[in-house]
Nanobody
Framework: VQLQASGGGLVQTGGSLTLSCATS????????MGWYRQAPGKQREPVAT??????????TYADSVKGRFTISRDKAKNTVYLQMDSLKPDDTAVYYC???????????WGQGTQVTVSS
């Protein structure tokens, strides 16, 4: 099982970035995919998750990113995206993607991608 995250970088306050996480090797589909972040000296925290609920997807967001971040997924590509707008210095962290299969295995984690927002 592999999760490959990409799209991080350096951006100014108010800017935008889009993170991607492509998965491979997970059989029988993925129930929930998500993004988490960890800032220096802090615990890893959830940012956004998206769950396959039959014909629709159900998304959740941390209060700190509601209205600024949007999570989406391409089921055919087993890829999850995080569109981040109106970025703030407090968003600076290493962002990790996560996948929980329907099989109950995992969850599996990607390697992390650094997002730095300058003031």
């Amino acid at each position: 099982v592999q999760l490959q995250a990409s799209g991080g970088g350096l951006v100014q306050t108010g800017g935008s970035l889009t993170l991607s996480c492509a998965t491979s090797g997970i059989e029988f589909g993925i129930r929930t995919m998500g993004w988490y972040r960890q800032a220096p000296g802090k615990q890893r925290e959830p940012v956004a998750t998206i769950t396959n609920a039959g014909s629709a997807n159900y998304a959740t967001y941390a209060d700190s990113v509601k209205g600024r971040f949007t999570i989406s997924r391409d089921k055919a590509k087993n890829t999850v995206y995080l569109q981040m707008d109106s970025l703030k210095p407090d968003d600076t962290a290493v962002y990790y993607c996560n996948a929980s299969p329907f099989s109950g295995e995992g969850p599996y984690w990607g390697q992390g991608t650094q997002v730095t927002v300058s003031s």
